[in-house]
């Protein structure tokens, strides 16, 4: 009964997990389009445009391997 419902904790917190992931790659891919000066952010916002993208989708992937970790216990 136990081990049933921690699989569902288990699951749903993956699932939870793999949906930040899909954020956080979408603002990320984003904000690296949009940080191009010609696109959209002026020169000043360059910079912080691409470190702000370079955060988002390492945190994608790092929520990704997490949930891949959570879905295998």
Known sequence: MELA???RENRRTAVILA???AVELVCGIVLGFL???SWGMADSS???GKVL???FI???FA???AAMG???K
């Open 5 to 7: 419902r921690n699989e």
């Open 19 to 21: 949906a930040i992931s």
């Open 35 to 37: 940080s191009f000066p």
């Open 46 to 48: 360059f910079m912080l």
């Open 53 to 55: 993208s370079v955060v």
């Open 58 to 60: 390492c945190g994608a």
């Open 63 to 65: 929520c990704l391997l």
């Open 70 to 72: 959570r879905s295998r």
